[in-house]
């Protein structure tokens, strides 16, 4: 049997979100418990250079961040666990987190799960992420200024993306499988009448070209079956986000695509004493610095409902 451990504070997740929970928690006395995952520190992890995170003017690679993360809310106090969350049960207080090796209960959880980018899945894809290959155009548009980009995918975000692309791209050219957008009216106007976009459509991405660095992408049309190579230095992949959710279900109150509900102005769920940060909970920004603004929210909730209740 795993041992069982009582905490008045359990962090589940590591990323901006949950770490800067677990300073402000740590510095609150909570003694908190970052249940870390095996793969600690969020999608930074997967980030080479993280340039638009305030206080590192040179910029800062992601797995440095998390790293400097971590070590200040361990210098807090805050215990740092490297295993996944194999179950949760919310349903019942004292709520109840299983690792592989042991289990916590605690008086309230803060969820910082994160999301995960939708890739499309081909080898070249992934030996060339962090090396052109990006699925976040606010966080690595101007590492490729001045070079031809691409964009895959419909909707609204790859409109968006290419959109903000195109301050930085001498051409942006959107790949979509269909002969028409899925995106909003409004974000196929705007698309269309920059100077800037092209669009390719009824393609797919075949293979990602490169040796080092992206080189080019080469395309499949779906109706012929024909290929050809497009030159570009830069490919952003934007088919959505999936939040990691999935032990939450039946849990708390999810969207209809699986992000946390969260009241508004507040970082608290439709489960008392249960909080929510970071991108499980938020589809619009997904930026590392919202992340951590909404992991100190969430601690300063917590830490407050844990007073009223008198655990604190």
């Known amino acids: 049997m795993a041992d069982t451990h009582h905490r008045k504070l359990v962090i589940i997740g590591s990323g901006p979100a949950g770490y800067t929970a677990a300073i402000y928690a740590a510095r609150a006395e909570l003694a908190p418990v970052v249940v870390a995952g095996l ?14 995170y305030p206080g590192f003017p040179e910029g800062v690679s992601g797995p440095e961040l998390m790293e400097i993360f971590q070590k200040q809310a361990q210098r807090f106090g805050a215990e740092v666990v490297l295993e996944d969350a194999t179950a949760l049960s919310l349903r019942e207080r004292p709520f109840r987190i299983e690792t592989p090796s042991r289990t916590f209960t605690a008086d309230a959880v803060v969820l910082a799960t994160g999301a995960s980018a939708k890739w499309l899945g081909i080898e070249s894809e992934k030996k060339l992420q962090n090396r052109g290959v990006s699925a976040c155009a606010t966080c690595d548009g101007a590492l490729y200024r001045g070079k031809p980009m691409a964009v895959v995918g419909g909707g609204d975000t790859a409109m968006e993306e290419a959109l903000f692309l195109t301050r930085f ?12 957008l899925r995106a909003s009216k409004i974000m196929q106007e705007r698309a269309r009448a920059s100077g800037k976009i092209e669009f390719a459509w009824n393609s797919e991405v075949e293979e990602v070209l490169g040796g080092e660095f992206v080189t080019g992408v080469r395309l499949r049309d779906i109706e ?29 109150e999810l969207d209809p695509v699986g992000y946390i509900t969260v009241r508004p102005g507040t970082t608290r769920t439709s489960r008392e004493g249960v909080f929510a940060c970071g991108d499980a909970m938020d589809p619009t920004y997904r930026q590392a610095v919202t992340a951590a603004g909404t992991g100190c929210m969430a601690a300063i909730d917590a830490e407050r ?8």
């Not at 409902?305 to 604190?312: D, I, R, S, T």
């Open 169 to 180: 791209a001498t051409k942006v050219t959107v790949i979509h499988r269909r002969d028409r």
């Open 305 to 312: 409902w844990l007073a009223e209740q008198g655990l604190a």
């Open 224 to 252: 012929t079956g024909a290929r050809r190579d497009l030159a570009v230095e830069a490919l952003f992949v934007a088919i959505g986000h999936e939040p990691n959710t999935q032990l939450l279900r039946g849990q708390i």
């Open 39 to 52: 793969q600690f520190g969020g999608q930074l992890m997967l980030t080479t250079d993280v340039e638009n």
